[in-house]
């Protein structure tokens, strides 16, 4: 067995994790205590790594391609397919021009993949057609930095958690989607009752249930918030005069905009009471204040209005380049930092550098040794794909990205990606929605498999390590690019892409830092094996800084930072009388994006075992609907069939739907068939926060559910075409100790009776002579059940599911199935008396469901009492903020 220290792959809190290894096979993950981000710890996500890289089924493992879109991708050598690519690269740049191709990354490759992708782009085909996933996450952020504080750099690191006086949390959802930093902050105000928290959602999102102060504002109305908190601080006279004078400018015209910003004003823009945002004014400027960001303020056509606000409230009370008091956006993806580093997007350069200044172009120009680099701004994302679809971009080489999930407007990218002359998609999994799409297909090698760096959301480079081969012939990111630049122009290629190793790039990459404000010229692989560094790190110095501006200098030409005054502008879709409901998209605890890797582990479903719409209940009331009923979410752009949940987490007039659910999980595109492309000007990213939806019951009165215990991701495969046929669907998996595929389906009538027959067959539901079968024909009820030593192994219900959930139980924790025959054999359609249902799961670990947890709550438990009885909560610590909720709600009750 071997043990090899490396950082999670998941969020951009950037955990270290050791990885243990047996014979070419991940194990197991633990925390590694050594690493500062977390001490040990690892969330849900982090500590099921070993699953998620354990389930083999789905890895691309061979190089694919079909020469036209009329055959299928058959497998092939890695130089035959390299060598395809090479062939269309180059009669396509021939015949249209390099910017007739493009290249769509990814902040999930490391530092080194992201590298030599951008040096192929610019430098060896000649295109800045090359941006990132980054650009839905990010580029707001970027921006806003840049706007302000003169470059790209978060001032703050997460040791100003324990030396803040208020926590300042906007658009993020960090109990869920940065848990470990979350556990941080709890630990914080356990030790410090009076650190204040303050957290601005739309939502009650388990992180606002935490907060001192929870300003529930309507989507999109960020700075007006912000403004009216500087208008406060103005007039209570909370502002820093001296920080202003000697360190900012702008001042003026930013005093004169807020002026309009009175609380009460801002109250009804944001609807939220004038006396929480005097509060939040005052906490704020009482500091020291770190103030904690993510996707709520960057997913919005004002994102870097919103982040410029925020940080304007940090330079006129002079909270920041101190401990505890810093403007630190949190990165969404593990590496999405780093991507910034390299110029990982189409306006940016190596190293912090801009496009559109020649002297940076010539500098990079000189350290790549090429006699120039193209000055015509790339396309970013959204648009990318749109000169995709319009034909102007013919080839399209896609990384570490499912885009066929993850961008808005699904019917438009999918357009594109079927118009596409050559989509090449190089992809740890074979099974993705954007898989059906590519002509050619590279097999990466994913976490636990490749080696390089990655740096997380306060600047600390990691190192990231290989544990075990990859699996067939997938390669490294960074090796395939370096492989097919060599056959793309045997000369320059081989000349420009002389790497035998990731160590190689990173050598070169930060030669390219020197002299700039990430000047890393001090770190190297041996530097950073006796751990994490921070950046700035120069030649010569002993350790990275940790907190930037101390000294009030700021990186702008003129020393000074700098104010920006833009007024609050609205969502760019208005909700109306056909589309009156404010639509928020975003995350669940225990899924990652389009789940590629968490949806092939069982228990992480175990939270949230299908896409739910949460609605006020109110709203639920308006419509005669009651959870669980189906609904038909509609906008401008497409549709999808849910079921509805009742939440008091959602305001009334909003509802809320998370991102996971892809084609692969769910029948329809999820919830991007729903969001529009419309971006922010400057930094273009979308605004994935919002869309104007209607919601109206969904009739479809046939339904079936089946489930069956076997190979998760096969299975997945296996009901896809059900799936497609049925308005409603959802698959997923349960199960801990095997996985249980799961499916629910509804349709308007009937699928056709072959579509249920393959489905039997696949599921193992066929045999006759073995499968447990009563049929009501007229009334189009059916049950098929097939036990196994005593055990269900498979079921399907078509026409009445309700005992779908307890067959679902029986078959996950195997259990003797004897009460079954009497019931299959006859025409009840509900479970029998007795036939439990454990509904979710709130502690993943400790596999503790929500009702012996309430039920607990009920007979009086408080935390501690929970925790001593059934142990939730004890050991990762994700669900601790819902437990919290769970008891408060039955406080509330009793
Ligand atoms: N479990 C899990 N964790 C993840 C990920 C994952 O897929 N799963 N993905 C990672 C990635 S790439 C990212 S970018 C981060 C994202 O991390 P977050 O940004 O924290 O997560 P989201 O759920 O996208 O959105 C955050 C919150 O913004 C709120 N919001 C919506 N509109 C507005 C608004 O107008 N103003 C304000 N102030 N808030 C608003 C939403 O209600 C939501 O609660 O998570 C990372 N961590
Ligand atoms: N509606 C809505 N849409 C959103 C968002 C939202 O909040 N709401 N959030 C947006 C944000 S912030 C983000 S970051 C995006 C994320 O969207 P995506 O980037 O599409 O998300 P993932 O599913 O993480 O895609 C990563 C892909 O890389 C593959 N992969 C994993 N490891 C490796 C590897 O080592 N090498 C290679 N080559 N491939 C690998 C995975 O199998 C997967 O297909 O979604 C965006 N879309
Ligand atoms: S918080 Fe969880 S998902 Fe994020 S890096 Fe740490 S272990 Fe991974
Ligand atoms: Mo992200």
Known sequence: ?????????????????????????????????????????????????HLAAAAASGRARHPEFRRDRTSV??????????????????????????????????????TEAYYVFNKLARGLVGTNNIDTNSRLCMSSAVAGYKATLGVDAPPGCYDDIEAAGTLFIAGSNTAYAHPILFRRIEAARRARPDLKLVVVDPRRTDTAAEADLHLAILPGTDVALFHAMLNVMLWEDRVDRAYIDAHTEGWTALRDLVRDYTPEKAAAICGVPAADIVTAARWFARGPTLSLYCQGLNQSTCGVDKNAALINLHLATAQIGKPGAA?????????????????????????????????????VARLWGVDALPGQPGK???????????????????????PAQSLPDQARVREALAAAELVVLQDAYADTETAGFADVLLPAAAWGETDGTMTNSERRIARVRAAVPPPGEARADWEIVTDFARRLDPERGVRLFPYACAEDV?????????????????????????????????????????????????????????????????????????????????????AWHGMSRTGRVARLFAHADAP?????????????????????????????????????????????????????????????ALTLPAFDAVSKQPELKHAAVQVARADLPWRMAAIAVGDGARLLDAVQPLLRACEYGAAGLAGRAHDVLTLRVGHAHPVPDELLAALDAALGLADPLTVMHYEDRPRGIAKRVRVEG??????????????????????????????????????????????????????????????????AADAGADLGALQAALKCGTECGSCVPELKRLLAASRAAA
């Open 612 to 672: 739910r719409l949460a609605m006020h209940p109110r709203d639920l009331a308006l419509r005669r609907l009651a959870s669980g009923e189906l609904v038909r979410v509609k906008s401008r752009r497409g549709e999808v069939v849910v079921e509805v949940e009742a939440s008091e987490a959602v305001r009334p007039g909003q509802c809320f739907l998370p991102m996971h659910w892809g084609a692969r999980f769910m029948s329809g595109l999820g919830a991007n």
């Open 73 to 110: 991708r058959a497998r092939a050598g890695w130089a035959d397919a390299l060598d395809h690519i090479a062939e269309k690269f180059r009669s396509v740049v021939a015949e249209h021009g390099p910017d007739a191709v493009a290249f769509y990354v990814s902040g999930q490759l490391t």
């Open 327 to 363: 403007p630190l956006s949190l990165t969404g993806q593990p590496n999405a930092m780093g991507g910034r580093e390299v110029g990982g997007m189409a306006n940016l350069f190596s190293a912090h550098r801009e496009l559109d200044n020649p002297e940076h172009r010539a500098e």
């Open 506 to 590: 990173f050598d070169e990459h930060r030669e390219t830092t020197r002299g700039r404000d990430l000047d890393i010229t001090g770190l190297s692989y041996a530097r950073l094996d006796a751990g994490p560094q921070h950046w700035p790190f120069a030649e010569g110095a002993v350790e990275g800084r940790v907190r930037l501006y101390a000294d009030g200098v700021y990186p702008t030409g003129s020393g000074r930072a700098r104010f920006h005054a833009a007024p609050y502008r609205p969502v760019a879709e208005a909700i109306d009388a056909r589309f009156p409901l404010h639509l928020n998209t975003g995350r669940l605890r225990d």
């Open 790 to 855: 005593g055990r269900v192994v498979a079921a399907r219900l078509t026409g009445e599911t309700a005992g779908f959930a307890w067959l679902r139980d029986l078959a996950v924790e195997g259990v003797d199935a004897q009460a079954l025959r009497a019931w299959v054999l006859a025409p009840v359609a509900h479970p029998p008396a007795g036939g439990r249902v454990r509904g979710r799961v709130i502690c993943n670990c400790f596999d503790v469901a929500e009702a012996d947890i309430v039920a």
């Open 380 to 402: 970013t994302a959204i648009e990318m794909f749109d000169a995709v679809r319009r034909g102007e971009i013919r080839a399209l080489w896609i990384a570490c990205t499912n």
């Open 1 to 49: 067995m071997s043990v090899v220290s490396s950082v999670c792959c998941y969020c951009g809190t950037g955990c270290g994790v050791l990885i243990e290894a047996d014979a070419g096979v991940v194990t197991g993950v633990a925390g590694d205590p050594a690493h500062p981000a977390n001490r040990g710890r690892l969330c849900t996500k982090g500590a099921t790594l």
